[in-house]
T-cell receptor, first 112, second 111 residues
Framework: DARVTQTPRHKVTEMGQEVTMRCQPI?????VFWYRQTMMQGLELLAY????????DSGMPKDRFSAEMPDATLATLKIQPSEPRDSAVYFC??????????FGQGTRLTVV | QQQVKQSPQSLIVQKGGISIINCAYE??????FPWYQQFPGKGPALLIA?????SEKKEGRFTISFNKSAKQFSLHIMDSQPGDSATYFC??????????FGTGTKLQVIP
């Protein structure tokens, strides 16, 4: 059963610390998305990649967030330094060329 | 600028009733309109989707109605069941890129 795998599922960290979230897209999918979900803002697209190249990261705060795909099996989202307002659920999704996106179960981040 | 507006924010329906969630979009370049279902602690899952060349699409108890001229689309859940209780998101995109989500509707189906 192919699925998008995100780690960790939960993360509590102190303000100012670096946070790294990882995503393993479904094998064969060439598009990867990062979303952030909060009660106030709903689902926001942070960045997306096609064939490992960033296509759009306009939704991402550039000063502290960075997204990369070191290889086809791993996507990362880093926050440095983290702030309490970054507390949210972060979702990774992947999709095949010309196909719908499948979401992972998310990483619930709490910054205290 | 909110490109996809969704209503209502919450909805309570009796078991067996019809649940209706409405969405409106602004960008006429959108050509793909999916609906996602999300249960607590889970990621959104694609439920049903439509393209603007058809006015209606039905899959089981779920139907999307699409009005291109009004730039509106809606999800109808027939014979609503307690297991349908979840948050539903409409969305829109050009192709499968950069999907823009509505704000979500929390549906509760009561026995």
């Amino acid at each position: 059963d192919a699925r998008v795998t995100q780690t960790p599922r939960h993360k509590v960290t102190e303000m100012g610390q670096e946070v790294t979230m990882r995503c393993q897209p479904i094998l064969g999918h060439n598009t990867v998305f990062w979303y952030r979900q909060t009660m106030m803002q709903g689902l926001e697209l942070l960045a997306y990649f096609r064939n490992r190249a960033p296509l759009d990261d306009s939704g991402m705060p550039k000063d502290r967030f960075s997204a990369e795909m070191p290889d086809a099996t791993l996507a990362t989202l880093k926050i440095q330094p983290s702030e309490p307002r970054d507390s949210a659920v972060y979702f990774c999704a992947s999709g095949p060329a010309g196909g719908e996106a499948f979401f992972g179960q998310g990483t619930r981040l709490t910054v205290v | 600028q909110q490109q996809v507006k969704q209503s209502p924010q919450s909805l309570i329906v009796q078991k067996g009733g019809i649940s209706i969630i409405n969405c409106a979009y602004e960008n006429t370049a959108f050509d793909y309109f999916p609906w996602y279902q999300q249960f607590p602690g889970k990621g959104p899952a694609l439920l049903i989707a439509i393209r603007p060349d058809v006015s209606e699409k039905k899959e089981g108890r779920f139907t999307i109605s699409f009005n291109k001229s009004a730039k509106q689309f809606s999800l109808h859940i027939m014979d609503s069941q307690p297991g349908d209780s979840a948050t539903y998101f409409c969305a829109a995109s050009r192709g499968y890129q950069k999907v823009t989500f509505g704000t979500g509707t929390k549906l509760q189906v009561i026995p």
